[in-house]
């Protein structure tokens, strides 16, 4: 029988079954239990209708000529704050695109996979050695993914102690997706303000009770501070009982220097895709292990992978575990590319990262500062918030960003985090050099100027790229999803 997916994709499950072979289990659909006729026969396609047909060559220049129209990391500066738009090298892509790596179906049997179960288990151990956690398990497919599964853990540990609490505190410089994943895992959130851009103790203190499951911290924050508070915190709130969640998105400021398992912290997520290469955008994809403590080990997300003798196995026995979060094991091709990051960098490259990705986030806090408006004065971390108070000519944020784009750069975060009024949220990737920092800055510094002298050139920006400037609302409101209608 002849069935079309969604994609398209013609999948016939007799030739499937002919192609495998009965005696290897795991390589035929079978294995997956999937039924011989699972589509009711009413819901099958007999044919394609409807598909263009173009000539390869048409199909080859039309992508091509799109491609030409993007901007990367690869075509010049992407200084986006909080998405940290990492060096990626490009010998991570060759060890992603191994044959034997990427042909590995995920239902191959365990004794066929050892080279890649044994790679996700010796990240997990990098990643444990690096944030100093007891242990790691990397089945998130994402950062929110990762503040799910270690959220659901809290949850889990609690409960199993009999005391399910109901609160979870959330600072205004945490991340967007902190009180979303706390919510999604039943939890009230109890916002609590920062305090020259950091957390006090004293604010935790008033807020921390005895129905208080954790605290959600994001640090480095969405300030790019360090919170500086961070031990005195974790003792506050373990006196009371509860634990603390670490958003650790931006360990790229961190790692190599200091540990946040070290500090108290009691459950991290890692983003692979921000801190350890891969690159990403528009959503994806991503990987999101979730380090703990070792009284929260038996919660964790299951299968774990794990070393028996010179075998690694995913472990499923494990009756005090939240479950499982994926189909399967964790978005493979992301670990292999954080592994191959780790190792090829080693510690002292991985801390040199680190000093290089703040050295640049002060260097241009250094160099705008006096133009543009900063309103929290520490050191940076690994990215600096700016705001636009103090912009000439009624222009805003969003004029500065847009005249960023005919200079030639793509625009930093901007509104985000929403502590700062206008922000502008600048993250500059630590591979670049002090020259491209300087022509950035001379741009920003440049865009003031013209904001107090021809505002116009800021209010009818971008004039340069193929598309002008959008009607932000309507595109919002009623995106165009097809590209053609009918
Ligand atoms: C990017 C980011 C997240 C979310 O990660 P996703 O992989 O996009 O789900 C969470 N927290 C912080 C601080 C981030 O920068």
Request: with cysteine; glycine share 10%.
């Given at each position: 029988?002849?069935?079309?997916?969604?994609?398209?994709?013609?999948?016939?499950?007799?030739?499937?079954?002919?192609?495998?072979?009965?005696?290897?289990?795991?390589?035929?659909?079978?294995?997956?239990?999937?039924?011989?006729?699972?589509?009711?026969?009413?819901?099958?396609?007999?044919?394609?209708?409807?598909?263009?047909?173009?000539?390869?060559?048409?199909?080859?220049?039309?992508?091509?000529?799109?491609?030409?129209?993007?901007?990367?990391?690869?075509?010049?500066?992407?200084?986006?704050?909080?998405?940290?738009?990492k060096?990626n090298p490009?010998v991570n892509e060759v060890a992603a695109r191994m044959?034997g790596l990427v042909?590995v179906?995920?239902?191959?049997?365990?004794?066929?996979t050892q080279g890649t179960l044994g790679l996700m288990y010796h990240l997990q151990e990098a990643l444990a050695e690096i944030s100093?956690?007891?242990?790691v398990t990397v089945?998130?497919?994402?950062?929110?993914?990762?503040?799910?599964?270690?959220?659901?853990?809290?949850?889990?540990?609690?409960?199993?102690?009999?005391?399910?609490?109901?609160?979870?505190?959330?600072?205004?410089?945490?991340?967007?997706?902190?009180?979303?994943?706390?919510?999604?895992?039943?939890?009230?959130?109890?916002?609590?303000?920062?305090?020259?851009?950091?957390?006090?103790?004293?604010?935790?203190?008033?807020?921390?009770?005895?129905?208080?499951?954790?605290?959600?911290?994001?640090?480095?924050?969405?300030?790019?501070?360090?919170?500086?508070?961070?031990?005195?915190?974790?003792?506050?709130?373990?006196?009371?009982?509860?634990?603390?969640?670490?958003?650790?998105?931006?360990?790229?400021?961190?790692m190599?220097?200091?540990?946040?398992?070290?500090?108290?912290?009691?459950?991290?997520?890692f983003?692979l895709h921000?801190t350890f290469s891969t690159?990403?955008?528009?959503?994806?994809?991503?990987s999101?292990p979730?380090?703990?403590?070792?009284?929260?080990?038996?919660?964790?997300?299951?299968?774990?992978v794990?070393?028996?003798?010179?075998?690694y196995?995913?472990?499923?026995?494990?009756?005090?575990?939240?479950?499982?979060?994926?189909?399967?094991n964790g978005n493979f091709g992301i670990m292999l590319r954080a592994y191959a990051y780790i190792r090829s960098m080693g510690a002292?490259g991985l801390?040199?990262?680190?000093?290089?990705?703040?050295?640049?986030?002060?260097?241009?806090?250094?160099?705008?500062?006096?133009?543009?408006?900063?309103?929290?004065?520490?050191?940076?971390?690994?990215?600096?918030?700016?705001?636009?108070?103090?912009?000439?000519?009624?222009?805003?944020?969003?004029?500065?960003?847009?005249?960023?784009?005919?200079?030639?750069?793509?625009?930093?975060?901007?509104?985000?985090?929403?502590?700062?009024?206008?922000?502008?949220?600048?993250?500059?990737?630590?591979?670049?050099?002090?020259?491209?920092?300087?022509?950035?800055?001379?741009?920003?510094?440049?865009?003031?100027?013209?904001?107090?002298?021809?505002?116009?050139?800021?209010?009818?920006?971008?004039?340069?790229?193929?598309?002008?400037?959008?009607?932000?609302?309507?595109?919002?409101?009623?995106?165009?999803?097809?590209?053609?209608?009918?």
């Amino acid at each position: 029988m002849t069935q079309l997916g969604a994609s398209g994709l013609v999948l016939n499950e007799k030739l499937l079954f002919e192609h495998s072979d009965p005696g290897r289990k795991g390589y035929s659909l079978s294995a997956l239990d999937v039924p011989e006729a699972s589509l009711p026969d009413e819901l099958c396609r007999d044919e394609i209708s409807g598909f263009p047909e173009l000539s390869e060559v048409d199909v080859v220049r039309h992508f091509t000529r799109l491609s030409t129209w993007n901007y990367g990391v690869d075509s010049g500066f992407y200084p986006l704050g909080s998405c940290t738009m990492k060096y990626n090298p490009k010998v991570n892509e060759v060890a992603a695109r191994m044959p034997g790596l990427v042909d590995v179906h995920p239902a191959t049997p365990q004794h066929l996979t050892q080279g890649t179960l044994g790679l996700m288990y010796h990240l997990q151990e990098a990643l444990a050695e690096i944030s100093g956690f007891a242990a790691v398990t990397v089945q998130p497919a994402a950062g929110a993914h990762g503040e799910l599964a270690g959220m659901l853990t809290i949850r889990a540990w609690h409960e199993a102690r009999g005391n399910a609490r109901s609160k979870v505190l959330i600072p205004d410089t945490a991340h967007g997706t902190n009180p979303a994943t706390a919510s999604l895992a039943g939890y009230d959130v109890v916002p609590i303000a920062s305090n020259g851009g950091v957390l006090s103790v004293a604010e935790v203190e008033a807020h921390m009770d005895d129905d208080v499951a954790a605290l959600m911290v994001t640090n480095p924050n969405t300030l790019g501070l360090f919170e500086t508070n961070i031990e005195e915190i974790c003792k506050v709130v373990h006196e009371r009982g509860g634990l603390v969640y670490c958003d650790g998105a931006n360990l790229n400021a961190l790692m190599g220097i200091a540990r946040p398992g070290d500090m108290g912290i009691d459950v991290m997520h890692f983003n692979l895709h921000k801190t350890f290469s891969t690159p990403h955008g528009g959503g994806g994809p991503g990987s999101g292990p979730v380090g703990v403590v070792a009284e929260l080990i038996p919660f964790l997300p299951k299968p774990f992978v794990v070393q028996d003798g010179d075998d690694y196995r995913l472990d499923d026995d494990r009756p005090q575990s939240i479950g499982r979060l994926l189909a399967f094991n964790g978005n493979f091709g992301i670990m292999l590319r954080a592994y191959a990051y780790i190792r090829s960098m080693g510690a002292a490259g991985l801390r040199h990262a680190s000093e290089i990705a703040v050295l640049n986030a002060n260097y241009i806090r250094a160099r705008l500062e006096g133009t543009y408006d900063l309103p929290y004065k520490n050191r940076s971390l690994h990215e600096v918030v700016f705001s636009d108070k103090d912009l000439e000519g009624g222009c805003h944020t969003l004029d500065v960003a847009k005249r960023l784009i005919d200079y030639g750069y793509h625009p930093p975060t901007i509104y985000f985090p929403l502590v700062v009024r206008g922000a502008i949220m600048i993250e500059p990737t630590e591979t670049e050099s002090q020259e491209i920092l300087d022509e950035f800055c001379e741009a920003m510094i440049a865009i003031a100027g013209e904001a107090r002298d021809n505002p116009d050139l800021l209010h009818d920006a971008p004039q340069l790229p193929r598309v002008r400037r959008l009607d932000e609302t309507t595109a919002a409101r009623k995106p165009k999803l097809k590209w053609k209608e009918g």
